[in-house]
């Protein structure tokens, strides 16, 4: 009978599905909603601090629609979380009581400044949360005050920066990755060698949704002006399941063991499974559950097990990273090819390709075929 459970980093979960940082885990009323819908953990909105200086807009979302108005992008110009840190610490511990099985993973972000790190883990770990995750990845508003993807994009500085983190953590740590980077497995190499339990990757890439031909003005537009955004939901998959593999092969080379959440326009089990088969230990949602619900879980859930079912896989382990496999080099390719078109020749003009193929009444015509000279 195949099972969804599975342990990342000591962390008990009943299913890889988890919902990623943004709106659907932004305060205990709707995580505890996750936790009831059977989510197999929740990564709390990201938390400063100070959230005196979190100052949002609106509007801050822009979608892009196929004709026939289904939304396949998501833009967003979103900031942290608003709400105060102690707020927050309440909440984590009265989610711990409520929800004993429930795990809650907190988000955290920083300035640059080795002591407000420590705080920020030390006071957080205290509630009970089973995991941090570190937002070194939000695109827009946070780097103009050097937080954020600003951390993430500089490698040196997010290796210092998780060091100072491990030295405080008594639970595990994941890294949360930007892709707007040359290489997101470079990224992924400065959190684990500072000693990070795993990476989350990705967030969203950084995006202009486009221009209203009326107005000639950007959007989303807030009084006229806007700044580029961050894009998610379905559109940015393909450039996920890109990044995730990537992450996946550096981690199996240099980090093994090291663990990895798959993120980015995840709408379905299947959806799921191509994360997993790529390299991925769990995966997050975020815009999805924004679109269709918090009880999307449930068919998500449905269908990787019938996925699993179908191809015999009793755990996640059995087919983890099992498609990294089959990528290669171009030359590669080309090779393949190249002996695949001379089999089938061989094969069209009756020629032997495999022992089976002899045959005794043409057994010397096809010696003949098969010889020079
Ligand atoms: C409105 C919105 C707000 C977000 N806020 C956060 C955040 O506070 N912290 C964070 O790490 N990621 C945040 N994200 C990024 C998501 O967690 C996720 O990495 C990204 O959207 C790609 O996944 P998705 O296509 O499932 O949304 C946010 C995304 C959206 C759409």
């Known amino acids: 009978m195949a099972t969804l459970a599975t342990t990342v980093d000591g962390i008990k979960l009943d299913n ?129 005050r050097k937080m954020g993807a600003a951390m993430g994009q500089d490698f040196a500085v997010m290796h210092e920066v998780c060091e100072w983190v491990m030295s405080a953590a008594k639970i595990p740590v994941w890294a949360k990755l930007t892709p707007n980077v040359t290489s997101i497995a470079d990224g992924a190499e400065a959190a684990l060698s500072a000693g990070c339990q795993g990476v989350a990757a990705i967030n969203t890439i950084l995006a202009v949704m486009g221009v209203d031909l009326e107005t000639l003005r950007p959007e989303p537009t807030v009084e006229g002006y806007s700044v580029p955004g961050g894009y998610s939901c379905v559109a940015v998959r393909p450039i996920a399941y890109r990044m995730v593999k990537e992450i996946a092969q550096r981690i199996i080379e240099k980090f093994p063991g090291r663990s990895l959440s798959a993120i980015g326009g ?87 390709t495999k022992d089976g193929e002899w045959k005794g009444d043409e057994f010397v015509k096809q010696s003949e075929q098969l010889a020079r000279g």
Not at 34 to 47: D, L, M, N, P, S
Not at 306 to 324: C, V
């Open 16 to 144: 890889p599905f988890i919902i990623g940082s943004g709106p659907p885990g932004t305060n205990a009323n709707v995580i505890g909603k996750a936790i009831e819908e059977g989510w197999g953990a929740v990564i709390a909105k990201t938390i400063s601090l100070d959230a005196s200086k979190v100052v949002n807009v609106a509007p801050r979302y822009a979608r892009l629609r196929t004709a026939s108005k289904e939304i396949i992008g998501w833009q967003n110009i979103e900031l942290i979380s608003d709400r105060p840190f102690s707020v927050w610490l309440d909440e984590f511990k009265m989610l711990k009581d409520k929800y004993p099985n429930g795990v809650v993973i907190a988000s955290i972000m920083e300035e640059y400044n080795k002591d407000a790190w420590i705080e920020i883990v030390e006071r957080t770990q205290e509630t009970g949360v089973a995991g941090f995750e570190l937002n070194f990845s939000c695109p827009h508003g946070l780097p103009e």
């Open 266 to 352: 995840v709408e379905s089990g299947n959806d799921a499974a191509q994360f997993i088969l790529l390299g991925g230990d769990t995966v997050q949602v975020c815009t999805g559950v924004m679109k269709l619900g918090y009880d999307c879980v449930k068919p998500m859930k449905e269908e990787l097990l019938k996925f699993m079912e179908k191809h015999k896989f009793n755990t996640l382990a059995d087919f983890k990273g099992h498609s990294l496999q089959y990528f290669s080099t171009h030359a590669d390719l080309v090779r393949r090819q190249a002996e695949a078109k001379a089999m089938a020749k061989a094969k069209l003009e009756g020629k032997v």
